[in-house]
């Protein structure tokens, strides 16, 4: 199975700063990654899938990049409603796998 | 509006059965494709099985952890999957989604997510 890496485990940001968060593929995943956003309490919602296309609904600040192994999720200026844990996610391969979470928070 | 309610969670003993249902409304149920993800207490995300749509063969692929233990199935003309799962282990405990394919093609990225149903497997 395909082992999703993510880095930082934990970014501390204050608001309004630029968070770049990472996610590594122990094999290509070629575009196939999608990244979701978790709050305490509330279900996963689907940020980017296809490395880099937004899910609907999903603000212009939020945007993803990479394709093969190396991903990256940026959040442009973060929003007090973006802290959060973020989860990548790999479709390219059965089973599908996730990455272990980074965890932003307020600086 | 779009939405997914799981029901069926609860306390259960260890070897024994338990079946969850994902009602869906807001969408034509039987042209996506659909999935469960469990997340254990305080732990990261664990993709469990997936459905395709009938169009796609209505087939199953399972993670290795639950394969031949849980079943997924789905009834179209209700707008409900289900998640069967039998001898279960303290290893299952955990809340568990139901998703769906974010396109009608099945690709395994998810856009809709139910509140999630806890399942605690305890003696």
């Known amino acids: 199975e395909i082992v999703m890496t993510q880095s930082p485990a934990t970014l501390s940001v204050s608001p309004g700063e630029r968070a770049t968060l990472s996610c590594r593929a122990s094999q290509s995943v070629s575009s196939n990654l999608a990244w979701y956003q978790q709050k305490p309490g509330q279900a996963p919602r689907l940020l980017i899938y296809?490395?880099?296309t937004r899910a609907t609904g999903i603000p212009a600040r939020f945007s993803g990049s990479g394709s093969g192994t190396e991903f990256t999720l940026t959040i442009s200026s973060l929003q007090s409603e973006d802290f959060a844990v973020y989860y990548c996610?790999?479709?390219?391969?059965?089973?599908?796998?996730f990455g272990q979470g980074t965890k932003v928070e307020i600086k | 509006e779009v939405q997914l309610v799981e029901s069926g969670g609860g306390l259960v003993q260890p070897g024994r059965s338990l079946r969850l249902s994902c009602t869906a409304s807001?969408?034509?149920?039987?042209?996506?494709?659909m999935s469960w993800v469990r997340q254990a207490p305080g732990k990261g995300l664990e993709w469990v099985g997936f459905?395709?749509?009938?169009?796609?063969?209505?087939?199953?692929e399972y993670a290795a952890s639950v394969k031949g233990r849980f079943t997924i199935s789905r009834d179209d003309s209700k707008s409900i999957a289900y998640l069967q799962m039998n001898s279960l282990k303290t290893e299952d405990t955990a809340v568990y989604y139901c998703?769906?394919?974010?396109?009608?093609?099945?690709?395994?990225?998810?856009?809709?997510w139910g509140q999630g149903t806890m399942v605690t497997v305890s003696s």
């Open positions: 459905i395709r749509s009938k169009a796609y063969g209505g087939t199953t």
């Open positions: 998703t769906r394919d974010v396109k009608v093609i099945p690709i395994g990225a998810f856009d809709i």
């Open positions: 296809g490395a880099s």
């Open positions: 807001g969408f034509t149920f039987g042209d996506y494709a």
């Open positions: 996610q790999q479709y390219n391969n059965w089973p599908v796998t």
